[in-house]
């Protein structure tokens, strides 16, 4: 099984700043690609940024500059670096990571895909 726990959630102050973390955990071979996704109320879930094995980067256009995607493999943790919020930032920010798992004799198995329970960020004044 593997688990992903999100923390770093809060409410600050537009112009503000927050880190979200989130850390995997389990029994797997190999940790891919790393997203954050964001759920703002009555809206659909949107892709903020995704980092890939070797590092890569990407984001949405809506937080390119403000936000910095990062993962530290040796801890099995993703980072995502918040600056300059906006109101319309508010929103449940779930992780999303792409896993190899582990076979019975240790080898590279199926892929899988695994969903944090998400940490709500407030931008409000």
């Known amino acids: 099984q593997v688990q992903l726990v999100e923390s770093g959630g809060g409410l600050v102050q537009p112009g503000g700043s927050l880190t979200l973390s989130c850390v995997v955990s389990g029994t797997f071979f190999r940790i891919n690609f790393m997203d954050w996704y964001r759920q703002a109320p009555g809206k659909e879930r949107e892709l903020v940024a995704r980092?890939?094995?070797?590092?890569?980067?990407d984001y949405a256009s809506s937080v390119k500059g403000r936000f910095t995607i990062s993962r530290d493999n040796a801890k099995n943790t993703m980072y995502l670096q918040m600056n300059s919020l906006k109101p319309d930032d508010t929103a449940v920010y779930y992780c999303n990571v792409d896993v190899t798992l582990r076979t019975g004799w240790g080898t590279p198995g199926n892929g899988m895909v695994y969903w944090g329970k998400g940490t709500l960020v407030t931008v409000s004044s």
């Open positions: 980092i890939a094995t070797g590092s890569s980067t």
